[in-house]
């Protein structure tokens, strides 16, 4: 396998469906999904540190701002993307103070996009 590597957590499984295959449009590839926080933290603990782990702000049983927050504790390299359908100026205002490297609205997710988050600048 070769690529950047990415690590979706989102509870709609079409959207990880459709990311994947973005992600393979981008040359990289999703070496683990999660539905949650638990389930992400199980992927995490099983894998090299993936290149991207991008996670929705709002997880149907928790907030994906908490999880962030806490696998930025466990590991501050660990590049964490936020993503969500809201718009960036709509979301909670922890967001911000999450520790991730940015936010990006789904809608706006395409290949190009996904390939420059998942290069360490």
Do not use: W
């Not at 993936?50 to 390299?77: F, H, Y």
């Not at 936010?103 to 996009?113: D, I, M």
């Amino acid at each position: 396998m070769s690529g950047p590597t990415i690590v979706v957590v989102d509870d709609s499984e079409p959207f990880r469906r459709a990311l994947r295959a973005v992600a393979t449009a981008a040359g990289c590839n999703v070496v683990g999904e999660a539905d949650g926080p638990a389930q992400a933290l199980a992927v995490l603990a099983n894998l090299d540190r993936p290149d991207l782990v991008m996670i929705d702000v709002n997880l149907e049983t928790s907030s994906g701002i908490d999880l962030a927050r806490q696998l930025v504790a466990a590991d501050p390299t660990l590049r964490i993307v936020l993503v969500s359908t809201m718009e960036e100026r709509d979301l909670p205002s922890q967001v911000h103070g999450a520790g991730v490297i940015g936010f990006v609205e789904k809608s706006q997710l395409g290949p190009e996009l996904v390939f420059q988050l998942t290069q360490r600048t």
